[in-house]
């Protein structure tokens, strides 16, 4: 599978890295950076580093600086003030490429039409952008895997959203509306699932090599924060679930909706919405939000045990 990966590392984007880095059927053509966890500059750099790390020889494209419709937003309180809790160390080798991960986006999806999967792990800015700049690219993309929103499940930075949507409701509004044929959500109902608890962190913990090591940096920071926010020691796996249904959706399984997002709400701005009515029929409001649009799979249920043995087994790789 050749992947274009729209990310804004940020700890569990960097594992997510490191998982494909081992997956033999992931070849990461290309990688754009997104203002979300940290700022887009940050993100790219970031980026550089975990891929530099791994081994994988892929273009870096700075994306946008913040989002469509509100100020800049970022969670160093999640990840760090260096997005990597921490552990970024010295400064990546290589350099960002001068275009836009938005242009970058939309020139390679016009070189190989029907090739290229996108996964998305941060706000989705950068292929709003896309859109706007090639309405075809819906057409030009074989799928999308986008991790974020909350479709029936409780938000995380908000009680409605999730991060990357809260980040920039109208890009994603955008993105679900703009009639992707096979885009994949793989929101907090599927990856509040996939945490990472106590025995697993363990087992990771005694494993040798430079990768591992890094790793479990990121761990011992990411998992402190839930630790601390939820009193139980663990942490969610967010980004690498959606890195690991992308290569195996038989990880999950699915509901199909069509999908809008919350622009106007005051207090819930970045909510999925859907109409989920067993009946929607004339005697009901039809004309809802995400009405008539191209329905999304939505990731429900998880094999939770499979996924981590394959994140485990990828941290073993050096
Ligand atoms: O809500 C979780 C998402 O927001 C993850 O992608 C995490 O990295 C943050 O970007
Ligand atoms: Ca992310």
Known sequence: MRIILDTDPGVDDALAIMYLAAQEDAEIVAVG??????????AAQNALRVIELVGIDAPV????ARPLAQPLQTAEFVHGADGLGGRAGAAPRGKPVSESAAEQLVRLARAEPGELTLLALGP??????AVLLEPDLPKLLRSVVVMGGAVSAPGNITPYADANFFHDPEAADLVLGAGFGDLT????????????GDEWLTAVRTLPGARAEFANGLLEHYAGFYSQMFGTRGCTLHDPLAAAIMLDPKLATYRELSLAVELTGTHTRGQVLSDQRPIASDAYITSTAGA???????????DVPRFLEQMYEALKVS
């Open 185 to 196: 959500l793989v929101g907090l109902d599927a990856t509040e699932q996939a945490r990472a």
């Open 33 to 42: 950076s997104v203002h979300g966890n940290v700022p887009s500059p940050l």
């Open 61 to 64: 494209a700075v994306g946008a």
């Open 292 to 302: 008539g649009r191209v329905p999304v799979r939505v990731a429900e249920t998880v």
């Open 124 to 129: 989705l800015t950068n292929i709003a952008l």
